[in-house]
């Protein structure tokens, strides 16, 4: 079974751009979360998506957003780069949107704003 | 507070010797997941081990062992036999149950060097 697979794995923007990150699940797996990694805050959480529905959202700004699609294949979109966004964004699947289930990460973008 | 605190910023082991990660969680819901994750210098994050809040013992991966201790909150990871290929970072995370919202909280990390 194919992992979660994200793309592209490194991207270059300069700020005021906008970008978009794509996350393909593992095969069957119905929700979709988003992770921002920094040095400085560590993980945080962005927002997780269940059937096409967003469930929770993490304490970010608007530019932040995202989607699913109903194959379950997600994006994510951060318009107005800062440089601050610069950042390892991580997506994880699983199941369904539940305590017990796993979340498993796909390899990430690193994302780098000039 | 803090959902998931790990208090060890960096640890050091021999190799072949067991190690102990430690993780503290706070939460309100009595439905809730802990797990454990590693991250190599390379980014992914590795699923290790998962307990749950109503499991009655203690869950076990291989080398890897989780001494869940419900009430005092805390959810340790043990590695026995120590690798080289351990060395990484380990994250302690949580997930809450539908009463709050099925959030999932991560830690700061442990970062752990395996000496030869």
Redesign the interface.
Known sequence: KAGVTQTPRYLIKTRGQQVTLSCSPISGHRSVSWYQQTPGQGLQFLFEYFSETQRNKGNFPGRFSGRQFSNSRSEMNVSTLELGDSALYLCASSPRSMAKNIQYFGAGTRLSVL | AQKITQTQPGMFVQEKEAVTLDCTYDTS?P???L?W?KQPS??????LI?Q??YDQQNATEGRYSLNFQKARKSANLVISASQLGDSAMY?CAM????NT?????????TSLTVIP
Do not use: A, K, V
């Open positions: 819901d439905s809730y997941g797990f994750y390379s980014g992914e994050m590795i699923f998962y749950g809040s994250f997930r809450e149950g539908p919202g099925n959030q999932f909280y991560f830690g700061t990390g």
